[in-house]
């Protein structure tokens, strides 16, 4: 995954580098809701679909009255304002998707996020190549097993939670919000805690992209829009093979694979009811790509323009203003919402995830005779684990995903994915308390640098040369990457 490339205006970048959209989407969001909550729902589930319909209704019967079209205008018009939408099938949770017009509420969620997870599939696909995080398991193990402490940890909590409210019947089937970790944001409070160079940025950015993987897994197997229809995979398997059609045909544009075999993708999840934000992920790997990788956050991909960069760095800012739609589409919930839901998703954050990420990096340990990184102590680990506590924007989707219908329920956990937040000053007090300071990094002349705490950290310049267990390179750009063997 790149930088985003620098537009010579400060102002501008600092908004597209720190998820400035998604924020103020947000916040709009919140306040709307707060003022006026019947205007803010109308205006994102208006039905743009219906609403065509019953223009092009209207029309119609214009011209049936003068004259120019001899129908019955009353069975018309009801069969165009009928026209947009699909038969109703409502099942336990609300109607779904497929089920229902076409809403600004479904463009942002359904259509234009799968942009948004395209570029996560990107960051796990690349990660998986040579010198990607996941291309060396001996390196990655101790991360990945975190990984799945940082998802069965927060799982486990909640359900607990919900088993000991009784209200595992109603709330039991969000289980997944908690176990997501929001990349963007733990990486910008992990620099503020641990110092751009330190050891723990890195291992926090590994779990994260196994976190996305994850996510993107769950999201397709454990809550699909509606009963599943297998049958429409095979349009997924025909999609997948036009794209490597077009990669043996040497295409290199990525808009022919994202048109023509992303379209199919996208339409086949919807059918399948999958949840079609997932739809352009089978054709991310078919995309001709560079066969290694630099790491997550590397500068230098900044420089390299086969088809999948080039996706990426076209999309990069688009899919940021997204995420600011994507906020104001969700994220307007009143005050008054906070109820069980929300605080059964915050204890899964706050609390199961740092216990799951600490005790399965003890277990790799002490049990299975793996390595943390060099200049990781247990302090580090906890530190990093209340980091990931941050759910934020996954959380907030797989709210939606778990609880499609909008009510209290959702209101509720949704609630507890905004209120994630809190674990941004919550892991900062807590790194202090527990004595760990940013990393002073070597300027020049290499060697080991000592972080404020008095602990050895690799140099800036060690970096760019050195790897310890977990294969962590520098970037050379002051943020940590992982490079294979």
């Not at 560079?290 to 990069?316: M, P, Q, S, V």
């Not at 609630?415 to 990094?441: D, E, H, N, Y």
Request: net charge negative; hydrophobic share 50%; charged share 15%.
């Amino acid at each position: 995954m790149a930088h985003l490339r620098n537009s010579g205006r400060p102002v501008i970048d600092f908004l597209f580098e720190n998820s400035c959209f998604l924020l103020a989407g947000t916040i709009l969001a919140l306040v709307w809701a707060n003022i006026d909550e019947a205007s803010y729902r109308r205006v994102i589930e208006w039905d743009i679909g219906h609403a065509v319909a019953a223009a092009v209704g209207r029309s119609d019967a214009e011209a049936v009255h003068s004259g120019q079209v001899h129908s019955e205008p009353n069975a018309h018009a009801t069969e165009a304002g009928h026209a947009s939408k699909a038969p109703q099938h409502d099942t336990e949770h609300g109607s779904q998707a497929g089920h229902h017009g076409i809403t600004l509420h479904f463009i942002i969620n359904d259509v234009l996020m799968a942009l948004f997870f395209a570029m996560a599939a990107k960051e796990v696909w690349e990660s998986l190549l040579p010198g990607g995080a996941l291309s060396n398991f001996r390196k990655a193990a101790t991360p990945l097993l975190a990984t799945a402490g940082g998802v069965v940890g927060p799982a486990l909590v909640y359900t607990a939670g919900a088993f000991l409210t009784g209200t595992l019947h109603s709330l039991g089937r969000g289980w997944a919000i908690p176990c997501a970790t929001d990349i963007a944001f733990s990486y910008l409070f992990a620099r503020m805690i641990f110092g751009a160079g330190h050891p723990a940025i890195a291992f926090l950015l590994l779990l994260a992209i196994a976190d996305d993987a994850a996510g993107l897994i769950i999201l397709a197997v454990f809550y699909p829009t509606d009963q599943v229809i297998p049958a429409w995979f095979l349009l997924t398997a025909a999609a997948v093979g036009i794209a490597f059609l077009f990669r043996w045909w040497r295409v290199t544009s990525f808009w022919w694979y994202l048109l023509i075999p992303g379209t199919l993708s996208w339409f086949s999840f919807y059918m399948a009811n999958i949840h079609a934000a997932l739809g352009l992920v089978p054709i991310i790997p078919c995309m001709p790509h560079a066969h290694t990788d630099l790491g997550i956050f590397a500068r230098e991909e900044l420089g390299r323009h086969d088809t999948l960069n080039e996706f990426e760095h076209w999309w990069k800012r688009p899919v940021e203003l997204i995420l600011g739609l994507f906020g104001l589409a969700n994220a307007g919930v009143v005050l008054s919402s906070i109820a069980t839901g929300t605080f059964l998703v915050l204890f899964g954050l706050l609390i199961g995830k740092p216990a799951g990420i600490t005790f399965l990096t003890w277990v790799a340990e002490k049990w299975l005779r793996l390595e943390k990184p060099t200049g990781m102590t247990y302090r580090h680990v906890v530190s990093l684990g209340m980091v990931a506590a941050i759910g934020f924007t996954v959380a907030l989707f797989v709210s939606t995903a778990a609880f499609p219908q909008p009510g209290p329920l959702q209101d509720a956990v949704k609630m507890g994915a905004l209120l994630s937040f809190v674990a941004a000053p919550i892991s900062i007090a807590l790194a202090r308390a527990l004595g760990i300071r940013p990393s002073q990094r070597q300027r020049a002349g290499g060697g080991k640098a000592l972080a404020a705490d008095g602990e050895a950290v690799v140099g800036e310049d060690d970096w760019a040369d050195q790897e310890d267990a977990t294969g962590l390179q520098h970037d050379g750009h002051g943020s940590a990457c992982l490079a294979g063997s």
